[in-house]
């Protein structure tokens, strides 16, 4: 499993007011009273904070700000960025309580993505995005409490990274020739979607329980989504005609609409 983007709140004032002298000023919301600071890594994290009343905000992915990318998860690679975070802003900050949370998990696959992602479909009472310039290799499935996507991991590499960070995550297991999958679950309110309402901590991500709750909502937000019926064509299609061709589609929506 993968965690990726966060965004967690707490409050800290008084003796707890966070050290932030020294991080870049990104901007300055005098309107809402908060400033946006930079941290610097392979990619940026935000910290957002009202003096008002001490709320703190920290916004991003972890494993980008630790390792440029997010292939590959390790829980002892985000203790340690938390932990840095942390020492940097001379507060601790895994009390903070989450209001957002992206995780979810790559697995290798034996075709292309694009084939798999085109074999689902929104479940029920969810509706479905995609971008006519992803060519079928994204799809969304939103709903009032989670966005769920599925789309080429592979490509997202291929098309995103640089050369340098291209061999970085060669070396941590990807290989250009192979398909991989990833499904992502990007909880809108993360203690609604998994405990009744209560509030999660940030500590509470790095805690074996809860990676077992993750991962098994992440499974079950997965077979909510319809699959698609098809035909399979011929292998040679020379055999296939533009009329068989029509037929074929119009039978698989027929069967996607419940028809027999």
């Known amino acids: 499993m993968n965690i990726d983007f966060i965004e967690a709140t707490g409050i800290f004032s008084g003796k707890d007011t966070p050290f932030l002298e020294h991080l870049q ?3 300055d919301n005098k309107a809402l009273g908060r400033q946006t600071y930079i941290v610097r890594g392979q990619r940026n994290i935000q910290i957002l904070y009202t003096p008002s009343n001490g709320s703190l905000v920290l916004r991003g992915s972890i494993m980008y700000f630790a390792q440029g990318h997010n292939f590959t998860y390790d829980k002892k690679t985000f203790i340690e960025a938390i932990d ?10 895994w009390n903070m309580y989450l209001t957002i949370l992206e995780c979810g998990v790559i697995v290798e696959v034996g075709s292309k993505p694009k084939e798999i992602i085109q ?8 509706e479905l995005h995609e971008n006519p310039k992803d060519r079928g290799n994204f799809r ?3 709903d009032k409490l989670a966005h769920r996507k599925l789309y ?6 291929r098309c995103k990274q640089g050369m340098r960070m291209k061999d970085i995550i060669k070396a941590a297991g990807w290989n250009p020739e192979s398909h991989y999958l990833k499904w992502e679950v990007h909880y809108i309110k993360p203690e609604a979607s998994l405990n009744n309402g209560i509030g999660i901590r940030l500590c509470d991500i790095v805690n074996s329980q809860w990676e077992d709750i993750f991962k098994a909502d992440i499974f079950a937000q997965y ?3 319809t699959p698609m019926k098809s035909i399979i064509p011929p292998k040679d299609k020379s055999n296939l005609h533009a009329l068989d061709i029509f037929a074929i589609e119009l039978v698989e929506t027929k069967m996607n609409e419940g028809s027999t």
């Open 84 to 93: 840095y975070l942390g020492r940097i802003l001379h507060i601790s900050l």
């Open 140 to 142: 969304s499935f939103n």
């Open 152 to 157: 080429d991991a592979g490509r997202n590499i």
């Open 25 to 27: 000023l990104w901007s």
């Open 119 to 126: 074999h689902h479909r929104e479940g029920k009472k969810m």
């Open 223 to 225: 077979k909510r989504l």
